[in-house]
């Protein structure tokens, strides 16, 4: 599933722009252009909330402190305010984030992005198991059935990346994204040809994949719920 992002902001030709890029990555986006109207979504049900601290009903790090003593969502600020002061203070309320005006809606979708990775990545000494299939990310190893299959490391970091957001969509992009550090194969082969390695690795049927499936025209995700 798609993230949800709820992005409070006043200014309509920001908000937008916003919500065509962000939902070209990927993200359902809610606008609400006052901090009331921020404040009256049900913010545990997004999985980020994008604030900006400017608004004209109330003051944005007002909005931060309400919305922390209700939900852990993460909550990145966007600010045109030259105080570090202010940025510190919303840190310290409980904001994730911070992102100074203007910027780059890149830059953004970069920052959500690893926030949403933090949030959603188990601790790496704990094998991460679907029914059968396992993966030990601290001995980099993976078992299906209790039997070792044996995959490169970039294609295991691949593996990962799908399996610690199991249930959502993941585009080729983001999969990219992700695997920045990891060493490249040889000539640096497509996504598609790791996912199809992958898939020899640990579908009963790769030609009829169950775990990996692929969602046309968006990429990937990894099926929670299997034998």
């Known amino acids: ?17 916003l ?57 990145l600020m966007l600010t045109a305010r030259g105080e570090a002061t202010d940025r510190i203070i919303g840190l310290e309320l ?31 000494d704990q094998p991460l198991r679907f029914g059968r299939l396992e993966i030990d990310r601290a001995a980099r190893t993976l078992r299906v059935a209790g039997e070792e299959r044996s995959v490169t490391g970039y294609q295991f970091a691949l593996l990962v990346a799908l399996a610690q957001n199991a249930g959502r969509v993941l585009s080729r992009d983001v999969l990219m994204d992700a695997l920045k550090g990891e060493a490249l194969e040889a000539f640096d082969r497509s996504i598609d040809v790791h996912v199809s390695r992958l898939r020899a690795a640990i579908e009963d049927d790769p030609r009829h994949p169950r775990r990996i499936i692929t969602v046309r025209g968006s990429g990937y995700v990894f099926a929670k719920a299997q034998d």
């Open 1 to 17: 599933m798609s993230p949800r992002l709820l992005l409070i902001e006043d200014d309509a030709r920001l908000a937008g722009m």
């Open 19 to 75: 919500c065509e890029y962000l939902g070209e990555a990927g993200f359902r986006v809610v606008v609400a252009a006052l901090g009331h109207a921020g404040l009256a979504q049900r913010a545990d049900e997004f999985d980020a909330v994008v604030l900006d601290l400017t608004l004209p009903d109330m003051d944005g790090l007002d909005v931060c402190r309400a919305l922390r003593a209700k939900t852990d969502t993460p909550i």
């Open 94 to 124: 409980g904001a994730d984030d911070y992102l100074p005006k203007p910027f780059a809606p890149r830059e953004l979708l970069a920052r959500l992005r690893a926030i949403l990775r933090r949030r959603t990545a188990p601790s790496a």
